[in-house]
């Protein structure tokens, strides 16, 4: 939440990031069944297939449908990220957090994972 909205801004902030989160739902709904063709397509998945392959593909086209459907997500929504790295690119991104335009939005808060000392 940016600091400093007033009630009637910060009604409308949530408002558009809920109608934004629930277009993302949607689409990412709408998506699932083409991705899904198109992987089919592309791994040569038949009727025949086994069920473990059917599952793997199913999967990846979840997978890609979420993807692409993000691009809806507002930069001001909370989203959550998991990937692995070294320590010292870690190193790198606390001290990354504090430059650029927005250092206040690039510090995540409440959540304990980063300190901004």
């Known amino acids: 939440m940016p600091p400093g909205l007033s009630a009637a801004a910060r009604a409308v902030y949530e408002g558009e990031l809920g109608a934004a989160w629930e277009t993302y739902r949607a689409l990412s709904g709408i998506l ?19 069920e473990k392959r059917r599952k793997k593909v199913a999967r990846e086209s979840e997978k890609k ?10 930069v001001a929504a909370f989203t959550s990220m998991v990937h692995t790295l070294s320590g010292i690119v870690l ?5 990354m957090m504090r430059t650029g335009d927005a250092p206040t939005e690039a510090v995540v808060r409440g959540h304990g994972r980063w300190s901004t000392a």
Do not use: F, M, Q, W
Request: charged share 30%; aromatic share 2%.
């Open 32 to 50: 699932k069944e083409d991705t899904h063709r198109i992987l089919g397509e592309i791994r040569h998945l038949t009727p025949n297939a086994s």
């Open 91 to 95: 190193h790198r991104l606390r001290r």
């Open 65 to 74: 449908a979420i993807e692409l459907a993000r691009y809806v997500i507002p």
